[in-house]
């Protein structure tokens, strides 16, 4: 069955304090991974997308890699806007070309 | 910029009635969807529509249903609303690419509170 997990559930930094995000993922032929950042009460955000092993995206504080079998978001000296839940989501195979399997998200509070 | 616009941010409805979730877009997406997200589970797909007049059924499409008469306007339907059909609904839209999953834009989101 394809799945998508994403760790930790939450996590809580320091300001300026460096950590990742991890998106695992078991899905017959991926076909993209897509980062998403939501904050309160809003929709969420597009990020990044990545399409192949190897790649790596990058928006500011973020950085997104992807392996075969997961994803990281890295977040570099983080500030307390960066505080949202970031959602990772994956496009399986061409027999489901309309639907993105999405993982429960990672809410990330950083404090100053 | 693109721009998804739902029709309400917060609806409060009583079980049984009929309720409507409105969504537009001003980008000519061709594909539309409706989502429901609720704590720990992500986001779940109700619906989805490729062109006008076209769906096709989601994950959890049952007590739902939808319309799209133009492009731009995807509607989602509670033919009776139940309690467990509290939740935030999400709608997005975004282009078709042969295939290819291209980057979906959401909309606000609808925190709908069935008593």
């Known amino acids: 069955e394809d799945q998508v997990t994403q760790s930790p559930e939450a996590l809580r930094l320091q300001e300026g304090e460096s950590s990742s995000l991890n998106c695992s993922y078991t899905v017959s032929g991926l076909r993209g991974l897509f980062w998403y950042r939501q904050d309160p009460g809003k929709g969420p955000e597009f990020l990044f997308t990545?399409?192949?092993?190897?790649e790596e995206k990058e928006k500011e504080r973020l950085k997104a890699t992807l392996t075969k079998k997961e994803s990281f978001l890295h977040i570099t000296a983080p500030k307390p806007e960066d505080s949202a839940t970031y959602l990772c989501?994956?496009?399986?195979?061409?027999?489901?070309?309309?639907?993105?399997?999405w993982g429960a998200g990672t809410k990330l509070i950083i404090k100053p | 910029d693109v721009k998804v616009t739902q029709s309400s941010r917060y609806l409060v409805k009583r079980t049984g009635e009929k309720v409507f979730l409105e969504c537009v877009q001003d980008?000519?997406?061709?594909?539309m969807f409706w989502y429901r997200q609720d704590p720990g589970l992500g986001l779940r797909l109700i619906y989805f529509?490729?062109?006008?007049?076209?769906?096709e059924k989601g994950d959890i499409p049952e007590g739902y249903s939808v319309s799209r008469e133009k492009k731009e306007r995807f509607s989602l339907i509670l033919e009776s609303a139940s309690t467990n059909q509290t939740s935030m609904y999400l709608c997005?839209?975004?282009?078709?690419?042969?295939?290819?999953?291209?980057?979906?834009?959401f909309g606000q989101g609808t925190r709908l509170t069935v008593v």
């Open positions: 990545l399409y192949s092993a190897g």
């Open positions: 529509s490729y062109d006008v007049k076209m769906k």
């Open positions: 989501a994956v496009q399986a195979s061409m027999d489901s070309n309309y639907q993105l399997i």
């Open positions: 997005a839209s975004r282009w078709d690419r042969g295939g290819m999953n291209t980057e979906a834009f």
């Open positions: 980008m000519d997406h061709e594909n």
